[in-house]
């Protein structure tokens, strides 16, 4: 065990002081009490302020829409599971059994996650400064991708757009199913528009996902309408 952790600092590029701290980080809710939602929830934080200050300074002269869009790019769950696959992070998780049964290490939220909570347990073994370092570090690509500034917004933000432009209500979402346990849920979430008879429902392993997808849906039958 002691040699697989190791491995992942090494892939981290940073070497715990207090090994409990990433062993917590690794522990998934469905395990233990114990488990890592409080160092995700610091993680999340730190996560933000670190992008947000390097992208205030590598873009001086951009709005702070832009820049707002920027850093949800880099922020957002699917891009935080990208970079935890990377260092193969599903490998070292803790899940319960029905997780694992259900294929948790490779689940897009739990990687995010945890991605999150590797970077609050870092923070309290080290300091922020640590923290900006091993980020920047781990995100130099993306940072350095010169079409950053230009990726499709996402879908919730293109159908607020566009109904703003058509005078439109703005979209409303709301969760009309949830299945599953509770550390294995799925969310149904409806969008609809008031004065639009037309509704759309889609499904995800978190709320956001779902509300994205729901919108996504909703702007296909609009292009529909249209066309």
């Not at 599903?90 to 689940?107: P, V």
Request: charged fraction near 30%; glycine fraction near 6%; hydrophobic fraction near 35%.
């Amino acid at each position: 065990m002691t040699d697989r952790i190791d491995k992942l600092q090494r892939k981290l590029g940073y070497q715990f002081r207090d090994q409990d701290l990433l062993h917590t980080a690794l522990t998934h809710r469905s395990v233990s009490k114990l488990n890592n939602e409080r160092l995700e929830f610091l993680g999340d934080a730190i996560l933000g302020l670190i992008i947000a200050e390097e992208l205030f300074a590598r873009h001086r002269k951009m709005p702070e829409g832009d820049l707002s869009r920027m850093r949800a790019n880099l922020v957002k769950g699917e891009t935080l599971a990208e970079i935890a696959r990377e260092f193969q992070l599903g490998e070292y998780l803790h899940l319960g059994i029905g997780e694992l049964k259900a294929g948790g290490f490779n689940r897009d939220s739990i990687l995010a996650d945890s991605f999150e909570a590797v970077l609050g347990a870092m923070y309290l073994d080290s300091n922020y400064q640590t923290c900006k370092e091993r980020v920047i570090d781990w995100y130099q690509a993306r940072l350095d991708d010169p079409t950053l500034h230009i990726k499709r917004k996402d879908p919730k933000s293109i159908l607020q757009e566009y109904l703003q432009a058509k005078q439109l209500p703005l979209p409303d979402y709301e969760i009309v199913e949830v299945h599953g346990e509770p550390h294995d849920q799925t969310f149904v979430v409806e969008c609809r528009v008031k004065g639009i008879a037309h509704r759309t429902k889609d499904s995800d392993t978190t709320r956001r996902g779902a509300e994205q997808k729901a919108a996504t849906a909703f702007l296909a039958w609009l292009e529909q309408e249209n066309e």
